[in-house]
């Protein structure tokens, strides 16, 4: 039951017309993949410093990926286009993956 809301909920549900939804298969691999940017580049950071800082610089490279994405994007238009809630998806992303390491580090 959980797993069919969470599926609902995430994929958008039936297909849309083209645009710009802020629920969508999109979205969630935007949200997906900077939650892996973030918690790669955590554990990277972490082996040799705190906390703290790990998460700091985790989230420049997560910002930087997810600005970057964007960029390209909004350069080749034809393929993507850019946008901001992509872009606050790739922060929520982000944000739950530094929960997930702040969690696992206690």
């Known amino acids: 039951m959980n797993l069919t809301l ?6 958008g549900g039936p297909p849309r017309r083209a645009g710009d939804a802020w629920f969508g ?14 918690g790669t580049a955590h554990s990277f950071f972490r082996r040799d410093a705190r906390y703290t800082v790990a998460a700091q610089r985790a989230s420049l490279v997560t910002v930087a990926v997810g600005v970057g994405k964007e960029l390209y994007d909004w350069r080749h238009p034809t393929r993507h286009d850019a946008s901001w809630k992509d872009l606050a998806w790739d922060g929520a992303g982000g944000v739950v993956a530094t929960i997930v390491a702040r969690q696992a580090d206690r």
């Open 6 to 11: 969470a599926f609902l909920l995430f994929t």
């Open 25 to 38: 298969r999109d979205k969630m691999l935007h949200a997906a993949v900077s939650a892996v940017v973030q």
